[in-house]
């Protein structure tokens, strides 16, 4: 006799739990997991090798990897399956040093490590290749190089510690290669800026998908080839969000905004990174209108910003001084309640700061309760470039005080301190000591101290400086040194400047502009007119100048000749009158340059 099974009207608090644990993968809100870890707690349950993994793996996707440490540390005799989840749970939230710390632990508890243990362990290699060299040696001790998924990583992991080549010897070496196995060596080669080698191995791949191709054609976008990425893409067998998101982008790196936003129209789905490349895309062009139009519909949609896309929008806005929509992100972030995370907050700094709104960048600086080093060297730099140049110098010495060590970007904002407020031996001085954190000084490095000789006019030095840096001076330098000539009229440096900038820029005839100018300061004439008749044997064109001010959410752009602006007999009347206040005061504007 059988009887017809019927479901229980009441669920057990386990079952209710078991339920929730089973979704735990989904859940990405730090309070939700909370309270369920509290269940766990109350339960007993706190010990057990089969919620405690998935409890961990929760945390680290919320990224709160020391709460997963936590619940880690109350299991008496973790498991391997337990240490690989701390271990790729640090890997994850990129604590690279605990990932090892943790295997060091289980080395000393007796817990052997598998495939899986030194795979994580790679992904915390980045940048560090005689750790990923190591691992590699301890795989071929132990027999695990067998496992397709360990060389897999190790091509991975050598490429993105920046050693292509070692990276290319495991995937030759390889016996049995699979689709994972092309993709990654492909991906390396991409990584590494061969796209020529990445193309061929991709053309001799026995198959293909969609992986391979959206990899590909990142490459060709990464090289700035829209061409043939667009190509690429149009022959896709098969195209995801990715690989529509990938093109869009590139077209948004070439300033191509029209194309961009119509293959964004087009898209049939679309996700937040999608939307954030277009909205950043915008942004970094100026685009404010466009830029919070398209904000407005992507919350419509229900989709909300999280951190690493406000990051980069917030980026964005730094980079082109739009502080108007930055306002407006920051509001966003405190409408949704998104946890001010140091990297959010940096980004806050950073695009204030470079917008010129230094008390708020400040403000929102000395509110960041864990400071990282990207936050000061936002904040030295956001007052070195608007020149509080001892306020930066002050930050430097309190970031010091508080047992962080400066690295080659926060040297670059304390030079461009000393730059501004004309300090020559406080230059010298902290050029030197960067060899005391073993720091070797690079061609920004060398551009700043080389700026400051050349504002002060010790311009021979400033030449000599640049003929024995252990770098080819780039047309950044010698016009910074061709402008100090201009100011102090050395006509003898600027000839030997110009030849040099020539050498690397023959068609910009704005040098031989600069030193006709020069010339003319200085009376000689003949030499004026030898410069005006070599820019126009070289026949380029002088890029005119521009300049742009963002004003009520819209960013005028101005550029020399050009009256297009609905406004510009307004501008030019009121121009006329601040010139003719100004000859009341004194000034003469000097007729020599051009």
């Not at 980069?312 to 409408?335: E, N, P, Q, W």
């Not at 309190?398 to 004309?422: K, Q, S």
């Not at 640049?466 to 006509?491: D, Q, R, Y």
Request: aromatic share 10%; proline share 3%.
């Amino acid at each position: 006799m059988s009887f017809p099974f019927r479901p229980p009207q009441f669920n057990s608090h386990r079952r209710l739990l078991e339920q929730k644990l089973s979704d735990l993968h989904k859940c990405y809100d730090p309070i939700s997991l909370i309270q369920i870890h509290s269940q766990i707690f109350r339960l007993c349950l706190h010990r057990d090798h089969f919620v405690v993994p998935k409890l961990i793996s929760a945390y680290s996707l919320c990224r709160c990897p020391f709460a997963a440490g936590a619940a880690f540390d109350l299991v008496p005799d973790p498991s391997s399956l337990l240490f690989n989840t701390l271990i790729r749970a640090f890997a994850y939230n990129s604590l690279p040093s605990l990932s090892f710390t943790t295997f060091s632990r289980m080395q000393l508890s007796g817990v052997k490590g598998d495939s899986f243990t030194y795979s994580f362990l790679l992904k915390s290699c980045h940048g560090h290749p005689r750790r990923v060299q190591a691992i590699h040696g301890q795989l071929a001790r132990l027999g695990f190089s067998a496992d397709i998924f360990v060389p897999n990583s190790l091509i991975d992991s050598y490429s993105k510690a920046g050693e292509p080549g070692l990276a290319r010897k495991v995937f030759d070496e390889m016996l049995l290669k699979d689709v994972v196995s092309w993709n990654s060596i492909v991906g390396a080669l991409v990584r590494a800026g061969e796209i020529r080698d990445a193309r061929k191995m991709f053309d001799e791949m026995p198959e293909r998908d969609i992986v391979s191709w959206n990899s590909l054609l990142d490459g060709y976008v990464k090289v700035g080839d829209m061409d043939t990425a667009f190509d690429l893409f149009q022959r896709m067998p098969e195209r995801n969000v990715v690989s529509w998101s990938t093109v869009v982008l590139g077209y948004c790196k070439k300033g191509d905004m029209e194309t961009a936003r119509t293959l964004f129209d087009k898209m049939g789905v679309k996700n937040l990174i999608t939307w954030t490349i277009m909205v950043s895309g915008y942004a970094e062009k100026g685009l404010a209108k466009e830029a919070s139009s398209l904000l407005d519909k992507m919350e419509e949609t229900g989709l909300i910003l999280d951190a690493s896309a406000t990051v980069s929008i917030l980026t964005a806005c730094a980079k082109s001084g739009l502080l108007g929509f930055g306002k407006r992100i920051h509001a966003v972030v405190r409408k949704h309640k998104l946890r001010f995370s140091t990297q959010i907050n940096n980004a806050l700094v950073d695009m204030y700061a470079k917008c010129g709104n230094l008390d708020e960048a400040w403000s929102i600086f000395e509110e960041i309760k864990e400071k990282d080093l990207v936050s000061w060297n936002s904040m030295v730099h956001g007052l070195a470039i608007h020149g509080h140049g001892k306020r930066a110098l002050d930050l430097f010495a309190r970031m010091e005080e508080e047992g962080f060590l400066p690295d080659g970007v926060t040297f670059i904002g304390v030079l461009c301190a000393c730059t501004h407020m004309g300090l020559i031996k406080e230059s010298r001085k902290y050029f030197s000591t960067m060899e005391d954190y073993g720091i070797v000084p690079e061609i920004e490095h060398y551009g700043c101290l080389l700026d400051l000789l050349g504002r002060r006019g010790i311009l021979m030095e400033a030449y000599n400086l640049a003929k024995t840096m252990p770098f080819e001076p780039n047309a950044v330098i010698w016009g910074s040194l061709l402008n100090a000539c201009k100011v102090h009229n050395n006509v003898y440096l600027a000839e030997k400047v110009v030849d040099e900038l020539m050498r690397l820029e023959s068609s910009d005839v704005g040098n031989f502009a600069i030193i006709s100018n020069i010339y003319a300061s200085a009376g000689k004439w003949d030499g004026m007119a030898k410069a005006r008749l070599k820019m126009k044997d070289a026949g380029g064109q002088r890029q005119a100048g521009s300049s742009w001010i963002e004003l009520n959410n819209v960013v005028h752009e101005f550029t020399v000749g050009d009256r297009m602006h609905p406004q510009t007999d307004k501008i030019l009347r009121m121009l006329n009158r601040l010139g003719k206040h100004l000859k009341q005061l004194g000034y003469v504007a000097a007729k020599v340059n051009v």
